[in-house]
């Protein structure tokens, strides 16, 4: 669960979020990718505590007097809101919720972001569901959105997917070097994706710990998308090919766009099948 790295780190009221023992999990995609419709989806069928790094800045822009008018300018620019403000935002948001189960969604949107939110509040998340979809995509739905946000008309939509593509995607590659991101079609319809989602979230609470490894129940694993999972081989008998199972590596890969990892310490057992690394999250 979301790795607690240090326990000493305070926030302003003088409790610590480490001491929750928050998970967070990131949900990072490009503006219009769908980050917001499937946390809602996430929210209900999980539980997690929904927080909007954007949501939280124009709530902020409309009440304070010290920081509105830097962030309004910033959101119609389609810049990124310096790190101290949104992690502030964040972090009260967190202590002000009895959940230890956040999704951040639209955060970190920078290294400094992230760096700064590691190093503040001592939690690394538990992995980052990353909503892919072509700019074409996002383009159609941003505007269609109808929310009347003053960034979804065309100038501001084509500043925010160069900001993405030179900021935030370097934060996706990060994580995806430390096999974090769990990689999701975000193009196909709502119900689709959230089925997709579903599959990275449900053996995440399904999930039995076992001498440091996680049992799979065999209801969990008919559900589980066979390219997660590791060859079980019917019979005892003899392989031809000991290196032949099949990896879980279905919604994570060593870059975003493709390939997996080869670290064999990061590889399934063989030889007892339905014990799985807890790094592979079953
Ligand atoms: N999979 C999808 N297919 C079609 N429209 C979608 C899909 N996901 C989201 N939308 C719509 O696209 C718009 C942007 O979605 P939203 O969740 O607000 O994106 P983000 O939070 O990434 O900016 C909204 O109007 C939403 O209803
Ligand atoms: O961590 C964040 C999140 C959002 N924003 C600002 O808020 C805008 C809207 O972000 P949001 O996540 O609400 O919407 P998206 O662009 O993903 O649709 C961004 O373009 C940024 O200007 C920011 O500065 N830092």
Known sequence: ???????????????????????????????????????????????????????????????????????????????????????????????????????????????????????????????????????????????????GRADDNIDTIRKRFKVYMESTLPVIEYYNSKGKVRKIDAEKPVEEVFEAVKSVFTPLHEKVHFFGRILCSSKTRKRLPKSVLPDVPKKKKKSLSPLSATTPQATSSSRPDQGSTSDPAEQPSTSAPYLIPISQRC
């Open 1 to 147: 669960m979301g790795t607690v790295v240090d326990s000493g780190k305070k926030e302003a009221n003088g409790s610590s979020l480490s001491e929750k023992k928050a998970t967070v999990v990131f949900v990072l995609g490009g503006p219009g990718s769908g980050k917001g419709t499937q946390c809602t989806n996430i929210v209900e069928h999980f539980g997690y505590t929904h927080l909007s790094a954007g949501d939280l800045l124009r709530a902020e822009k409309e009440s304070s007097s010290e920081n509105g008018t830097m962030i309004q300018n910033m959101i119609k620019e389609g810049k990124i809101v310096p790190s101290v403000v949104t992690i502030k935002l964040l972090q009260r948001a967190m202590q002000a919720n009895n959940n230890d189960k956040f999704l951040i969604d639209g955060f970190p949107r920078n290294e400094e972001n992230r760096a700064a939110f590691e190093s503040v509040t001592g939690i690394e998340p538990e992995f980052v569901l990353f909503l892919d979809c072509s700019e074409e995509v996002m383009e159609r739905r941003l505007l269609g959105r109808n929310q």
